[in-house]
T-cell receptor, first 115, second 111 residues
């Protein structure tokens, strides 16, 4: 069964360092998303991406965050200068359809720990 | 007030019991998702609903758009059903691509 894969599964970094989280969405999907979940809290939307551009972003997704689809398979989330409060589980998801039409498929998550 | 409210927050059941988890939301939606989060953190999509009822194996999801309410039912529960169940909605009031999540319901099924 096709799946969304994320790397790394866990990354520990020092405050102020840049981090890149990588995702390989399902191959025929067109819509890509990043969500995050701070420990003990609910999942929050970060950004959605379609047709090589951001289609929507949340208030959390400020200038320190960026997303990119550098080739036909990878979808990356970059955090430029990490802060302690960026420590969270980051989930990538993809779907074949738009808002009401597309079932979401999630990756297993990348746990980011900022020290 | 949260846009998506789930109840109960925690639920403990004995194997074989019928389980219901509820979700209420306050905005107009284009779709509602039920998700399962495993102890390791991974998220699996169970259902996407915009009306009516869906069934998959022992799982049933219903939605009442007029009442802004959805339920997830598990029949003949099993210890492997133990997980966090999350309700999430796609709001019509935004551009529609984001999901707003509930806090989740921690389900524990004892043998």
């Amino acid at each position: 069964e096709p799946e969304v894969t994320q790397t790394p599964s866990h990354q520990v970094t020092q405050m102020g360092q840049e981090v890149i989280l990588r995702c390989v969405p399902i191959s025929n999907h067109l819509y890509f998303y990043w969500y995050r979940q701070i420990l003990g809290q609910k999942v929050e939307f970060l950004v959605s991406f379609y047709n090589n551009e951001i289609s929507e972003k949340s208030e959390i997704f400020d200038d320190q965050f960026s997303v990119e689809r550098p080739d036909g398979s990878n979808f990356t989330l970059k955090i430029r200068s990490t802060k302690l409060e960026d420590s969270a589980m980051y989930f990538c998801a993809s779907s074949s359809g738009t808002a009401a039409a597309g079932e979401l498929f999630f990756g297993e998550g990348s746990r980011l720990t900022v020290l | 007030k949260n846009e998506v409210e789930q109840s109960p927050q925690n639920l403990t059941a004995q194997e074989g019991e019928f389980i219901t988890i509820n979700c209420s939301y306050s905005v107009g939606i284009s779709a509602l998702h039920w998700l399962q989060q495993h102890p390791g953190g991974g998220i699996v999509s169970l259902f996407m609903l915009s009306s009516g009822k869906k069934k998959h194996g022992r799982l049933i999801a219903t939605i009442n758009i007029q009442e802004k309410h959805s339920s997830l039912h598990i029949t003949a529960s099993h210890p492997r059903d133990s997980a966090v169940y999350i309700c999430a909605v796609r709001s019509r009031e935004t551009s529609g691509s984001r999901l707003t999540f509930g806090e989740g319901t921690q389900l524990t099924v004892n043998p």
